[in-house]
C-alpha cells in the first residue's frame, strides 16, 4: 500500500530498522568508528528512500496507463451507432454522424457533394481540373481511389486503409429482380471492405428523396431535406412544362452515343430516363440487350428513322453528325438541332445516373419545347449550383456548360 507521502508501510519499517542499529552502533564505538557507521547509516537510509519512491513511481504510472487504457477501450465501446433500412430494404448499422464517408460509384458521389463535402475521403473515378471547378472546394484534392460500377472494380486494399465509417452505393431499384442484385452486390461489398454499405435508387423519380434519406442518415437532415424539396420543385417545374405539349406536337429524338454516335439506347432504357420524363419519342426501334445498353446501329437505320432532334453523349459525336456528309439528310441535321448531353461537373443524361438528371431535364424541356416553358434556363443552371454546391457562376461559365 502506498501512504500519502508515497512511501510503503514495508519501507517504513525497514527504515525505522535502520536507525535502530545506527545508534546502537553510535554508542558502543570510537568518534571515527561512529562517523563512519553513521555514513553507512546514512547511505543506506537514502538508498532504501530513493529505491522505494522509484518503485511508488512506478506503480503509480502503471496504474495510470491502465486506467487510461481501460477509458480509451471503454470510450470505443461506447461509441454510438444508429440502424436505419435503406432503399433495397436492407438493415444497415453504422456510426451515428460519421466522418468519414465513401461513394462506390460515380453516381452518388454528386448527392454527397451537395450534403457532405469535407466528408468524403476519396473518388470512385477520375475527375478533371475543369469538372472539379463546379463542385465544392473541400472536394479538390481528395484522392482517386476507384470503385464499383458498371465493370469497374475499386481498389479494395486501398479503401479499407482510408478506413471509412460508411460506404453509399447507388443501384437500380425498378424491379424486384434489380433489387435483389442490389441487395446481392451490397452485401458482397460490404463484406468485402469490412464496412456498412447503404443502398440508394438511382431511379430518376426518386432524386428527390435520395437527397432526404441521405440527409438523414449523414447527419444533414435540415441540409437534406431542403434540397430534397428543391429538387422536387425543379422537376416539376419540367414536367409541368412538357405536359403543356399537344400530342402532335410531341418531338422525335435520338441519343447518339460513343464517338461514331451509332451506338443508341432502347426507349424503355433507364439509361433514356431524361428523355422518357420530357415526353419525347424515341426515333429507333432497338431493344435493350444488356444493362448497360448502348445498343449498335447503323447509319442508314439512322436515316431512316430521321430523328427531329439529335443528342450526342460524346464531343467527337456531335462534331462528326454536325459536319459529317453521311448526316446531312437527316432532319435534327438540317434544322441545326443536334445538342451536346452536358458533362460538367458530371453528366446531366446518363453514366452515371446521378442528381445532375434534375438539369437535364430542365434541359431537354428548354432546349426541345421553348414554347412550353415558363423559366428560364441560364437561370435554373445558376440557382442550381448556387444551392447543391456553392458556387456561384458567371455567365460565361453557364454558357460554356451547354453551348457547344
Known amino acids: 500500500m502506498i501512504t500519502r507521502n508515497g512511501i510503503s508501510k514495508?519501507?517504513?519499517?525497514?527504515?525505522?530498522?535502520?536507525?535502530?542499529?545506527?545508534?546502537?552502533?553510535?554508542?558502543?564505538c570510537g568518534g571515527t568508528a561512529q562517523a563512519t557507521a553513521a555514513a553507512a547509516s546514512t547511505t543506506a537510509i537514502q538508498t532504501t528512500v530513493q529505491t522505494t519512491e522509484t518503485t511508488a513511481a512506478a506503480a503509480t504510472a502503471a496504474a495510470e496507463a491502465k486506467t487510461a487504457s481501460e477509458s480509451v477501450k471503454e470510450s470505443s465501446s461506447a461509441k454510438k451507432t444508429v440502424t436505419i433500412t435503406d432503399m433495397a430494404g436492407r438493415t444497415v448499422t453504422?456510426?451515428?454522424?460519421?466522418?468519414?464517408?465513401?461513394?462506390?460509384?460515380p453516381a452518388s458521389e454528386a448527392w454527397l457533394c451537395a450534403l457532405i463535402p469535407?466528408?468524403?475521403?476519396?473518388?470512385?473515378?477520375?475527375?478533371?481540373?475543369?469538372?472539379?471547378?463546379?463542385?465544392?472546394?473541400?472536394?479538390?484534392d481528395i484522392p482517386l481511389v476507384g470503385g464499383w460500377y458498371g465493370y469497374t472494380e475499386g481498389n479494395t486494399e486501398g479503401i479499407i486503409t482510408m478506413a471509412p465509417d460508411v460506404v453509399i452505393t447507388a443501384s437500380n431499384l425498378t424491379s424486384d429482380e434489380n433489387t435483389k442484385k442490389a441487395i446481392q452486390d451490397a452485401d458482397e461489398l460490404s463484406k468485402k471492405l469490412g464496412t456498412p454499405v447503404i443502398v440508394v435508387s438511382y431511379d430518376l423519380k426518386d432524386v428527390p428523396d435520395v437527397m432526404r434519406d441521405l440527409g438523414k442518415w449523414l447527419g444533414e437532415e435540415a441540409r437534406g431535406k431542403e434540397l430534397g424539396d428543391y429538387l422536387q420543385a425543379e422537376l416539376d417545374k419540367a414536367a409541368e412544362s412538357v405536359a403543356k405539349v399537344p400530342a402532335d406536337k410531341i418531338v422525335s429524338y435520338y441519343y447518339a452515343e460513343d464517338a461514331s454516335g451509332l451506338m443508341t439506347e432502347s426507349a424503355d432504357s433507364f439509361h433514356?430516363?431524361?428523355?422518357?420524363?420530357?415526353?419525347?419519342?424515341?426515333?429507333?426501334?432497338?431493344?435493350?440487350?444488356?444493362?448497360?445498353?448502348?445498343?449498335?446501329?447503323?447509319?442508314?437505320?439512322?436515316i431512316n428513322w430521321n430523328p427531329q432532334y439529335i443528342f450526342a453523349f460524346d464531343?467527337?459525336?456531335?462534331?462528326?453528325?454536325?459536319?459529317?456528309?453521311?448526316?446531312?439528310?437527316?432532319?435534327?441535321?438540317?434544322d441545326n438541332h443536334v445538342y451536346y448531353c452536358v458533362s460538367n461537373p458530371q453528366n446531366w443524361f446518363d453514366r452515371s445516373p446521378n442528381p445532375l438528371r434534375v438539369l437535364g431535364c430542365l434541359y431537354v424541356a428548354s432546349?426541345?419545347?421553348?414554347?412550353?416553358?415558363?423559366?428560364?434556363?441560364d437561370t435554373e443552371i445558376t440557382e442550381f449550383f448556387q444551392k447543391m454546391y456553392q458556387v456561384s457562376l458567371t455567365t460565361d461559365q453557364v454558357h460554356a456548360l451547354y453551348q457547344k
Open 94 to 105: 453504422y456510426p451515428e454522424n460519421p466522418q468519414k464517408v465513401f461513394s462506390s460509384s
Open 315 to 334: 464531343p467527337n459525336a456531335l462534331n462528326t453528325i454536325r459536319t459529317g456528309a453521311g448526316w446531312s439528310g437527316i432532319q435534327a441535321v438540317k
Open 10 to 28: 514495508k519501507a517504513a519499517a525497514v527504515f525505522s530498522a535502520i536507525c535502530m542499529a545506527s545508534v546502537s552502533v553510535l554508542g558502543g
Open 272 to 302: 433514356s430516363a431524361v428523355f422518357q420524363f420530357c415526353n419525347m419519342k424515341c426515333a429507333n426501334d432497338v431493344k435493350m440487350s444488356s444493362f448497360m445498353g448502348r445498343e449498335q446501329v447503323s447509319l442508314e437505320q439512322v
Open 367 to 377: 432546349t426541345c419545347y421553348p414554347d412550353y416553358v415558363s423559366f428560364k434556363l
Open 118 to 140: 469535407g466528408k468524403m475521403i476519396g473518388w470512385a473515378n477520375k475527375m478533371s481540373k475543369e469538372q472539379l471547378s463546379y463542385y465544392p472546394k473541400e472536394v479538390a
